[in-house]
């Protein structure tokens, strides 16, 4: 990502608005007749953001409904993710683009500034203006009963908030006294930093500007506590369960909950155009319906849905591959965005003296390493599709680098044994298993959360090899937060779980993976809670190779440029890689994707992740279109 060639690729991106002819939406023509809607021309924004369909995208055409399964009601928030609409958010280089935002101009990597498009609206056809920012900023994160710790974390650089400042109806800036090089990316989230609300639609709940005695009884007849738990209710922009809530996404919902069915209706006020002069979104409506969760792929491969990942898994793709003809739909696999399906995290923070010790040698990491056949691994469990690699950036990544994701993942048990014994590993038991310097057996108990059979079998396969260096593996099941709490406290000496949950990565992307920031590591969960608490508790770092990553961390927050940025990417992965402080397995697993088969425009191959990503909202499901019925070659005519 370049967020300081940000006004380029705007240029690239949009173009002259001028030069595109607005085109209605049929399914908003009776309104726009009736005079209920003004015509598209007057709502879209002076300069609507005009997409470019190239390569294996098209132009389409307007209409139909497409169904999606959800396995809870709380899904709904799941329309934000896909939707995609963000101040800035991420194409499919992982390059940070304008999107809501018209313009963003950043200085010295701490002074924002936030450009609107002129006559952008939000959904129920009021302007979107500064006045959503100052609300929020004032209103919101500084008030003291919506707000009493006042604005969150993510904005704040040292401890300290930024200034804010409205420059005019379509410009606001943010500045702080050092960089803050996160926040693009934390506005282009999966989960983004909403740092504006619909002013006009929530200041009747807000105490500073209501009529007490209407507040009051709206608080009653939406059986609240008080006008804090009522605005609250009312403002969640990302839980997308408040029918009257203005949005800024492509469809806003229309059916209030609770049901086990939800419609979403498109935005008539959606800021996007395609080059044809058609306003986005194409799909007229997404009809979410709920269902348990188990029963999802039963019923895509019934074909119930027009598109689908969630609730899936890659076990599911046999039974829908042998329905996909009959059922009318194809199955794409997108690679997962994990760095490692099954990683295995050694606890330098581990209680027991002689165990911490030794998983804290380099060597003893490496040799465990090198002791795993990844390539039975992938054959075996993943039918050779998978990537043999470590628990480091996928090949997708502007960051990708083959030296340093293989490092120490060759299988080679002679090594292996060589580094064991350069440790002074060398006295066995009559079973072979080597000891520990205090004469007890190299036994690793590597403990999960006992939530996949998938686990069980890589660790089996996994056993086997290590026996053939003298380590012995046992695996203890465990629910998932008597896990963590094992782990936080020192007595698992190593535990399985997903390599990095975020390996599509690139420059402007916080490295917080990479470095002892925070409790949840399992590698390190002492050293990170040290961090987090800024020393309050847990334990400083003392290993150099740990403590060096730190310091790296450090330097990206102070970064003021992308190339440096990337320099402190690259020795962080090095590093990691290098002292093998996660042992990632296999990468890139398989995710299906169902897709009604006159669905155009979903990539046929992708990638399945949460942040980057937002699953399909990389994509641009506004994009996506119907191609009419007995018409399968994408005409659009």
Not at 234 to 251: E, F, G, H, R, V
Not at 316 to 344: D, H, P
Not at 443 to 451: D, Y
Not at 550 to 579: F, N, T, V
Request: negative net charge; glycine residues 8%.
């Amino acid at each position: 990502m370049k967020p300081l060639r940000v006004l380029s690729i705007l240029i690239a991106l949009v173009g002259p608005a001028s030069a595109v002819e607005p085109r209605e939406t049929p399914m908003l023509a009776d309104q726009v007749g009736a005079g209920a809607l003004p015509p598209v021309a007057r709502r879209l924004p002076a300069e609507p953001l005009v997409v470019t369909l190239t390569g294996d995208r098209e132009p389409g055409v307007h209409g139909g409904d497409l169904r999606m399964l959800m396995g809870r009601a709380q899904d709904t928030r799941q329309m934000v993710v896909y939707g995609y609409a963000r101040l800035v958010g991420y194409d499919r280089a992982l390059d940070l683009v304008p999107d809501l935002l018209r313009e963003v101009s950043v200085r010295e990597g701490r002074v924002f500034t936030l450009y609107l498009r002129p006559g952008h609206r939000w959904s129920d056809g009021h302007p979107f203006t500064a006045e959503d920012f100052r609300y929020y900023w004032e209103d919101v994160a500084n008030d003291p009963d919506l707000s009493p710790s006042g604005p969150p974390q993510e904005l704040r650089v040292g401890g300290e908030p930024p200034r804010f400042e409205v420059l005019d109806t379509h410009a606001v800036r943010f500045t702080w006294p050092e960089p803050h090089p996160r926040f693009l990316s934390l506005l282009a989230g999966a989960t983004p930093l909403f740092i504006y609300r619909p002013a006009h639609y929530l200041k009747r709940f807000h105490a500073r500007y209501a009529d007490p005695e209407a507040l009051a009884d709206k608080v009653a007849a939406e059986r609240r506590r008080n006008w804090v738990a009522l605005h609250y209710g009312m403002s969640n922009i990302y839980k997308a369960d408040n029918p009257d809530l203005p949005t800024l996404q492509p469809w806003r919902l229309v059916t209030p909950p609770p049901s086990n069915r939800f419609v979403f209706e498109r935005n008539p006020f959606f800021h996007r155009i395609d080059t044809n002069g058609r306003q986005l979104p194409y799909i007229d409506r997404v009809i979410m319906t709920i269902t348990d969760g188990k029963l999802v792929p039963a019923k895509v491969g019934a074909g119930e849905s027009d598109l689908q990942a969630r609730y899936l898994s890659f076990g599911n793709y046999t039974f829908l591959k042998q329905a996909e003809e009959r059922n009318g739909y194809r199955i794409f696999l997108w690679r997962l965005s994990t760095g490692s399906q099954v990683a295995l995290y050694p606890n330098l923070n581990v209680a027991d003296p002689a165990w911490r010790a030794v998983l804290r040698e380099a060597d003893f990491r490496r040799a465990l390493s090198l002791a795993i056949d990844r390539h039975e691994i992938n054959q075996v469990v993943y039918f050779g599709l998978a990537l043999e690699t470590g628990n480091s950036a996928l090949p997708e990544s502007p960051l990708y680098s083959p030296d340093v994701a293989g490092m120490w993942t060759r299988f080679d048990v002679a090594e292996a044994n060589r580094l064991l014994d350069g440790l002074g590993l060398t006295e066995r038991d009559d079973r072979g298993i080597r000891r520990l310097p205090d004469g007890r057996p190299l036994e690793i108990v590597i403990e999960s959360a006992g939530e996949s059979t998938e686990r069980v079998d890589v660790l089996e396969l996994i056993g086997d090899s290590w026996a053939r260096i003298g380590v012995k593996l046992y695996t203890k099941p465990s629910q998932r937060e008597l896990l963590r709490n094992r782990v936080f406290s020192g007595q698992t000496m190593m535990s399985v779980w997903w390599g990095l949950d975020n390996a599509l990565v690139s420059a402007e992307m916080c490295p917080l993976e990479l470095a002892p920031t925070q409790q949840q590591h399992l590698q390190w969960p002492r050293w990170g809670q040290h961090a987090e608490t800024r020393g309050e508790a847990g334990e400083p770092v003392d290993l150099p190779a740990a403590s060096r990553l730190l310091e790296l961390h450090e330097d990206w927050m102070r970064s003021r440029d992308g190339a440096e940025r990337r320099r402190i990417w690259r020795d962080m992965l090095r590093l990691c890689a290098d002292q093998v402080f996660t042992i990632g397995t296999v990468a890139g697993v398989l995710q299906p994707v169902v897709v009604n088969e006159r669905l155009r425009n979903v990539p046929e191959a992708g990638i399945w992740g949460w942040d980057p990503g937002a699953h399909f909202g990389i994509y641009r499901p506004d994009t996506f279109w119907f191609a009419p019925a007995g018409r399968d070659d994408g005409e659009t005519g």
